[in-house]
């Protein structure tokens, strides 16, 4: 109910819930048990060996015992939205209406809130299925300015969240990956509309985002592989109390101890 005692439209309710639309009507897509224990192991060898191809990380379950060949482990790749992180020839075709940017930060001194902010997706497991978790960070302060689950990699979570975001204010240089949610061109646009630099890191230099990164491995350690959530609205809501720890709580040594929270805000 709103203030005026009227039901909350479902548009609405996902917006105070910080959740795309398709994810309330979502049901984990049955896969059999193997395909995803193997996607879970996946997730946590790639999460400490981000530089793991499909290659290494093939011969990684192998060594594990599961009979398995490259062709999967690529599949599952792509299913995850993974891509190891070490230089390579770049093969891909960009799509013409996709513009990548330079990336702007090297050598450059990151010294107060809202000089950089970033973004990354990455893989969230559940029981029975998986979800992708967007984030944007400060990279200052490291402070998670906002955030977003989707069953789907369709780009349309990511340029909603980043549309709230900008709504609490807005940064010099925004910096992402050369993902195709982050060149899309609705999600171009609102950073080129509110007249931020876009810098966009070199294809697979690990280093370009590095403080998204460390966000994840902390996510991952200190909650995700902690807990067994069952579906997208618990790991919502886990997700959501980690958060508000990580920024208000969490002190960081790089931070002098301070936390998230304290550095942004002072």
Known sequence: MDINGEPLSVRRQCELLSVNRTSLYYHPKARDKLTILLMNLIDEEFTRHSFYGTRRMTAYLRNLGYAINRKRVQNLYQLMGLEANYPKPNLSKKHPE???????LRDVAIN?????????ITYIRLQEGFAYLMAIIDWHSRYVLDWQLSTTLEAG?????LARTLTQGRCEIFNTDQGSQFTATDFVNLLIDNKIKISMDGKGRALDNIFIERLWRSLKYELIYQMDYRSVKEAKSGIGDYFGFYNNERPHQALGYKTPKEVYFA
Request: proline share 5%; net charge negative; glycine share 0%.
């Open 157 to 161: 979570f990511c340029i909603e969240a």
């Open 98 to 104: 996709h513009k990548i940017y330079p990336y702007l």
């Open 112 to 120: 107060q809130v809202n000089q950089v902010w970033s973004t990354d």
